[in-house]
């Protein structure tokens, strides 16, 4: 009988080794080498096939299971983040200036594990599984892409992707229905002005007004121009312009995030804000330069597979520590290259600490490792069932 929880807390001791070792060593986006490496070993030992992507750290394990089913993906991400850690814990970056303040080293070491567990129990297994460990998810464009246009989601049936929730205690697993994570662009706009003296502003065109009117003007987008059931957000997270007092500048430049879920949504938010930038500095004699980036997609909850993982994650925790949401998160998530590929799930496992807990991507990000035999469980508990026709 395979009792997945069982296998999940045996297997715990191993990955949270695999996991501390990987925390020590955090590597940045399409770096990953030595975490690779890591990955690549314990495939080895554990009998899993793989294949190392071309120019990539990406690797794909690949488990044949002896019964019938439907071909599977796991995911986990690799990459750590540019942030000098700040905790106290002993196993600690060794790496200046990077760190893993997002819990992908957790991520990677679940799914070794769940590897590890599987290759022992592959005459069970219905279908194929496959195992994606993925390069940076935290640089776009990401590395899901290059990993689909390698041939990973060939022939796969669902997909699916665990993330360690810091918000969420230990023992509670959360779903979204719909979209689990926003469309996430970036846009950079220079407003070029005419610089001048402080004391004579009638000779110049003043690029900090001009600016602020922009500014002020696109936060009227997302009341005006987007419907109110639809989610957007249109944030300027940095204003920069001038030197000195007595100078009115020459150029300021804002640099903004913009996020939504609905693809025609995302489509209006580009089309307003170049829009507004162009009126506005036309009107105030000014010009414009603008760099508009396409992020993540908006990540597609498929409802069938989020109701399968359901039901497994109440087998696994309780149906009173299942949370399923119908609001979705504002963040990008490049997971959403495979859902768009397949019906796929996307969930989360509660990480939070019972003191000194702070939010992903802080310097002080802690992961309760009590979080690691629930990931386990969880992967296999979908191993075994997602795959049956």
Same mark, same amino acid.
């Given at each position: 009988?395979?009792?997945?929880?069982?296998?999940?807390?045996?297997?715990?001791?191993?990955?949270?080794?695999?996991?501390?070792?990987?925390?020590?060593?955090?590597?940045?986006?399409?770096?990953?080498?030595?975490?690779?490496?890591? &990955?690549?070993?314990?495939?080895?030992?554990?009998?899993?096939?793989?294949?190392?992507?071309?120019?990539?750290?990406?690797?794909?394990?690949?488990?044949?299971?002896?019964?019938?089913?439907?071909?599977?993906?796991?995911?986990?991400?690799?990459?750590?983040?540019?942030?000098?850690?700040?905790?106290?814990?002993?196993?600690?970056?060794?790496?200046?200036?990077?760190?893993?303040?997002?819990?992908?080293?957790?991520?990677?070491?679940?799914?070794?594990?769940?590897? =590890?567990?599987?290759?022992?129990?592959?005459?069970?297994?219905?279908?194929?599984?496959?195992?994606?460990? !993925?390069?940076?998810?935290?640089?776009?464009?990401?590395?899901?892409?290059?990993?689909?246009?390698?041939?990973?989601?060939?022939?796969?049936?669902?997909?699916?992707?665990?993330?360690?929730?810091?918000?969420?205690?230990?023992?509670?697993? #959360?779903?979204?229905?719909?979209?689990?994570?926003?469309? #996430?662009?970036?846009?950079?706009?220079?407003?070029?002005?005419?610089?001048?003296?402080?004391?004579?502003?009638?000779?110049?065109?003043?690029?900090?007004?001009?600016?602020?009117?922009?500014?002020?003007?696109?936060?009227?987008?997302?009341?005006?121009?987007?419907?109110?059931?639809?989610?957007? &957000?249109?944030?300027?997270? #940095?204003?920069?312009?001038?030197?000195?007092?007595?100078?009115?500048?020459?150029?300021?430049?804002?640099?903004? =995030?913009?996020?939504?879920?609905?693809?025609?949504?995302?489509?209006?938010?580009?089309?307003?804000?170049?829009?507004?930038?162009?009126?506005?500095? !036309?009107?105030?004699?000014?010009?414009?330069?603008?760099?508009?980036?396409?992020?993540?997609?908006?990540?597609?909850?498929?409802?069938?597979?989020?109701?399968?993982?359901?039901?497994?994650?109440?087998?696994?925790?309780?149906?009173?520590? &299942?949370?399923?949401?119908? &609001?979705?998160?504002?963040?990008?998530?490049?997971?959403?290259?495979?859902? !768009?590929?397949?019906?796929?799930?996307?969930?989360?496992?509660?990480?939070?600490?019972?003191?000194?807990?702070?939010?992903?991507?802080?310097?002080?990000?802690?992961?309760?490792?009590?979080?690691?035999?629930?990931?386990?469980?969880?992967?296999?508990?979908?191993?075994?069932?997602?795959?049956?026709?």
């Amino acid at each position: 009988m395979f009792d997945a929880k069982k296998i999940a807390a045996d297997m715990a001791p191993q990955v949270v080794e695999w996991r501390r070792q990987i925390h020590r060593n955090p590597e940045l986006a399409f770096a990953e080498f030595k975490t690779a490496a890591l &990955v690549e070993e314990a495939l080895k030992v554990a009998g899993v096939e793989y294949v190392r992507h071309k120019d990539s750290t990406a690797i794909v394990g690949t488990i044949k299971g002896g019964l019938p089913g439907k071909t599977i993906a796991l995911r986990a991400d690799m990459d750590a983040l540019p942030l000098e850690e700040l905790t106290d814990i002993p196993f600690k970056s060794e790496i200046p200036g990077a760190m893993h303040a997002c819990g992908h080293d957790v991520h990677t070491a679940i799914l070794m594990g769940v590897a =590890t567990a599987l290759a022992k129990h592959r005459d069970s297994i219905p279908g194929t599984v496959k195992f994606f460990f !993925q390069p940076a998810e935290e640089k776009p464009p990401g590395g899901a892409l290059g990993m689909i246009e390698q041939g990973a989601m060939d022939g796969v049936a669902h997909a699916f992707g665990l993330h360690v929730g810091s918000d969420a205690p230990v023992g509670e697993v #959360s779903l979204t229905k719909g979209y689990s994570s926003a469309n #996430s662009d970036v846009v950079n706009i220079r407003i070029i002005g005419k610089g001048g003296h402080g004391a004579y502003p009638q000779s110049t065109v003043d690029a900090v007004m001009v600016a602020a009117q922009v500014l002020v003007t696109l936060q009227t987008i997302v009341s005006r121009n987007v419907a109110p059931l639809d989610a957007a &957000v249109i944030s300027v997270g #940095s204003f920069h312009a001038g030197t000195v007092n007595n100078i009115i500048a020459e150029t300021a430049d804002l640099k903004i =995030t913009v996020r939504s879920l609905k693809p025609e949504v995302r489509e209006l938010l580009k089309e307003r804000i170049e829009e507004i930038t162009k009126g506005v500095t !036309q009107a105030m004699k000014a010009t414009y330069e603008m760099e508009y980036q396409y992020g993540y997609p908006s990540l597609p909850n498929d409802d069938k597979v989020v109701e399968l993982v359901k039901g497994l994650a109440e087998a696994a925790v309780g149906a009173e520590s &299942v949370k399923v949401k119908d &609001v979705p998160g504002m963040g990008g998530e490049d997971f959403s290259y495979f859902a !768009q590929k397949a019906p796929s799930a996307f969930f989360s496992i509660g990480c939070k600490p019972e003191k000194d807990a702070y939010p992903g991507h802080n310097p002080k990000f802690k992961v309760d490792e009590g979080c690691i035999p629930i990931g386990i469980e969880m992967m296999l508990r979908i191993a075994m069932e997602a795959g049956r026709k």
